[in-house]
């Protein structure tokens, strides 16, 4: 191992926390996941990944055969370490998380939100190495984002840029219930808009058979959805065309905006394949002026979605 020097990557999620040790070579050597359970007071959680992390840093040579830690977390702001007010986590307000885990572990910690920390791991270990320029599409429960230009993420003055999830793409359209905001593209393209498609679809017109009608409203799930649509089922294909070409339109608008030399998709969503791929794609060319037409790669992230989060967030001890 010589004088290599080991990080810690903390990705924090609404139900689940990931964290790992992670080499130079972008390795992880050994992780692990407690529950968020952010209902409960900051310093149990705090408490609980101390007693997981406190045994690997001693069975990988100490505290001083780690550089530092790198945290993803919702709302996680890189310039003032605080996770603010993040919709999905039950902690209120500003939480100072860096501070809390530096004090805690004793070892350097920085944060960035979850989106911008899987942003860095594709740039760094996964489908992204070696661009200079490109954005990163999390479809997961949600929408989330990173931007990357000139080989820098952009953060904006406050630490919170790019959130191209709550672009609004359908004027007064959907109700996102987060946020309050109409027609936002997360409210569209991610696993719970797939799934408020679907009902819509369903009640538009009752008397179209469709496997959906199997289950009861509560049952309905993306992945539902998914293996309908494989079974070939009429109302489970369209709601994929449709979700593709509302994130295709969307995606159109972020490459005029910035010019990438790719786009990473990523997430739950993506196990759908060529059914999101392919109107996401077609739409997304379609929407474009010409100067931009067939010069940006869609690719969908080759890493592990635990494993991106852990090592972007490692990313980001320098």
Not at 43 to 64: D, S, V
Not at 129 to 139: A, C, E, P, V
Not at 256 to 280: E, W
Request: contains cysteine; aromatic residues 6%.
């Amino acid at each position: 191992m010589g004088n290599e020097l080991l990080r810690i990557g903390i990705d924090v999620g609404g139900t689940s926390t990931k964290f790992g040790v992670v080499n130079e070579a972008g390795k992880i050597l050994v992780q692990d996941r407690i529950p968020t359970a952010s209902e409960k007071p900051v310093e149990e959680f705090i408490h609980a990944l101390h007693t997981k992390l406190a045994p690997m840093i001693e069975a990988h040579g100490g505290k001083q055969a780690f550089k530092g830690i790198g945290m993803g977390a919702p709302n996680g702001n890189l310039y003032t370490g605080n996770i603010e007010y993040a919709a999905n986590l039950k902690w209120e307000g500003i939480v100072p998380i860096a501070k809390m885990v530096q004090q805690k572990i004793g070892l350097p910690a920085t944060l960035t939100n979850d989106a911008n920390a899987a942003a860095m791991g594709e740039m760094m270990y996964g489908a992204a190495k070696g661009f200079q320029h490109f954005i990163t599409i999390t479809l997961g429960t949600g929408v989330g984002s990173g931007i990357v230009v000139d080989g820098k993420m952009v953060v904006g003055h406050d630490g919170f840029a790019g959130e191209l999830g709550h672009t609004i793409v359908r004027y007064n359209g959907r109700l996102h219930k987060g946020t309050g905001s109409r027609g936002s593209l997360e409210s569209y393209a991610s696993a719970t808009g797939v799934r408020e498609t679907a009902l819509e679809f369903l009640d538009r017109d009752a008397t179209v058979p469709s496997l959906l009608r199997n289950y009861t409203a509560e049952q309905i799930t993306s992945e539902t959805v998914y293996d309908c649509a494989l079974q070939g089922d009429a109302i489970a294909k369209e709601v994929f065309q449709f979700t593709g070409e509302i994130l295709g339109e969307a995606l159109a608008n972020f490459v005029m905006f910035s010019s990438p030399q790719a786009i990473v998709l990523f997430g739950g969503l993506t196990k759908a394949g060529s059914l999101i791929m392919n109107p996401t794609k077609q739409a997304m060319e379609a929407n474009l002026v010409q100067i931009f037409k067939n010069k940006v790669q869609l690719i969908f992230s080759n890493l592990s979605e635990s494993d991106a989060a852990i090592l972007g967030a490692s990313a980001l001890v320098q």
